[in-house]
């Protein structure tokens, strides 16, 4: 295989694409929630292909920096040991290209909904989103609060989507002035989704970090299990995840277009969430893998299906 196609390859392996499903379901729903009324198929789905392309390249450097960042880490972390960076199978050099290329097809694709719509906040707000969505990578080097900035990083998604299909519902003026106008209810559902997910991906990322427990505190990198251990982590990662709920709650409630569907998608996540931390209550660190990836992943797809069902029906 060509050297180039090498280390592309080494660098998608290292990132885990499947995890997309943690943020890509909110974006699209958001993204439908924005939709104007009258918007016809085709329409829908060159929007939606777009914020999916933006979604892919945003998540793709945002992991690709990670891993350049904490290569040395990675590197003395018998969990991590075998990534592609810190391994030595990709050089620094390559990673860093990928990387680079990955933050210019964002910024290009950023411009499309600018032709369809003549809307320029994407393309505008394109550079301090990467830089946003980037610098979670650096956090636990100074705060245990890093698990919050990854939930931002990820809950900036549905915010951004609802700027590239109708940036009104967050008071944005088209074109870009000095008019800021009322955030709609649709803008305050979005917001508080945003909110949901920062908690979602906060209180989850807290249980997955038990598993570098010791080796953050040998590194003097900071988290909440390093500085609380295994049974303060929990109990915050069960608060946090009551707050990400009451923030589903409002998001449901101040959409008017969502009904009995989202709802039961309500009762659904709550159940989901229940079971996370049961897995993780009787079967601790032996739980991770069901309550970190499997039931994460039913809780996203679960609201970003049912949410679009109840928003077209």
């Known amino acids: 295989m060509p050297a180039p196609l090498t280390t592309l390859r ?4 290292d990132i885990k694409l499947a995890h997309s499903v943690f943020s890509m379901p909110f974006a699209i729903l958001a993204a439908s929630m924005a939709l104007p009324d009258g918007t016809t198929a085709a329409r829908i789905a060159a929007l939606l292909g777009l914020v999916c392309m933006c979604m892919f390249f945003a998540r793709t450097w945002a992991m690709l920096v990670n891993r350049i960042a904490d290569a040395r880490f990675d590197a003395e972390n018998p969990r991590t040991a ?19 290329i990955v933050a210019m097809l964002f910024i290009l694709s950023t411009f499309g909904f600018f032709a369809l719509d003549a809307n320029p906040w994407p393309a505008t707000l394109s550079a301090p989103v990467l830089l946003w969505i ?55 559902s979005v917001l508080s989704l945003a909110g949901f997910v920062l908690l979602w991906v906060a209180g989850f990322d807290i249980a997955y970090a038990l598993q570098d427990l010791d080796f953050d505190r040998i590194a003097s990198l900071h988290s909440i299990p390093a500085r609380l251990g295994v049974s303060g982590s929990l109990w915050v990662s069960r608060l946090v995840h009551l707050g990400a709920l009451a923030c589903l709650a409002i998001a449901i409630r101040t959409e008017p277009r969502f009904g009995t569907i989202m709802f039961i998608a309500f009762g659904l996540v709550g159940v989901v969430l229940i079971m996370e931390h049961a897995v993780l209550h009787r ?30 029906l």
């Open 134 to 188: 980037a610098f979670y990578s650096f956090t636990k080097r100074f705060t245990a609060a890093a698990h919050f900035f990854l939930g931002g990083a990820l809950a900036i998604s549905p915010i951004a989507a609802v700027i590239a299909i109708d940036p009104s519902h967050l008071g944005l003026s088209v074109p870009i002035g000095m008019v800021i106008g009322d955030i709609t209810s649709t803008g305050i």
């Open 283 to 312: 079967r601790d660190l032996a739980g991770l893998p069901l309550a970190f990836f499997t039931l994460n992943g039913i809780i996203s797809i679960t609201l970003g299906i049912l949410g679009v069902i109840d928003l077209f």
């Open 10 to 13: 080494l660098a998608l392996r």
């Open 82 to 100: 075998q990534r592609a960076i810190a391994s030595g199978k990709l050089s620094q050099r390559g990673a860093r290209g990928v990387a680079a």
